[in-house]
């Protein structure tokens, strides 16, 4: 079994910055690619960046230059920090992985998501 757990989410003023982790757990053969979505109320899931195992990145661009996406691929982990934080950057934020449970065997698993409130 499987799990993504994320951690790091909570209240910020605007201009702030807070950062986000997650970390896979469980029968993992290998990870491919790992990303952060977010879900504001009202509004589909929305991609905000990916990291491949070799360290691609790719960002929406209404967090470009603001967010960085990282992982550690030894600790199965991948870290979101986000700078500059604006009102519109509240949602529900979960953390994706490609996991591979052995050589052919891959699943898409979700966490279950951590609150980001920007508000003054």
């Known amino acids: 079994q ?5 951690s790091g989410g909570g209240l910020v003023q605007p201009g702030g ?4 982790s997650c970390s896979a757990s469980g029968s993992i053969f290998s990870i491919n690619a790992m990303g952060w979505y977010r879900q504001a109320p009202g509004k589909p899931r929305s991609l905000v960046a990916t990291i491949t195992s070799s360290g691609s990145t790719n960002y929406a661009g209404s ?4 967010f960085t996406i990282s992982r550690d691929n030894a ?3 991948v870290d979101l920090q986000m700078n500059s934080l604006k009102p519109e950057d509240t949602a529900v934020y979960y953390c994706n992985a490609h996991i591979f449970l052995d050589r052919a ?3 898409d698993y979700w966490g279950r998501g951590t609150q980001v409130t920007v508000s003054s």
């Open 17 to 20: 910055s807070l950062r986000l």
């Open 105 to 107: 065997t891959l699943y």
């Open 2 to 6: 499987v799990q993504l757990v994320e």
């Open 75 to 77: 600790k199965n982990t």
């Open 63 to 66: 967090v470009k230059g603001r």
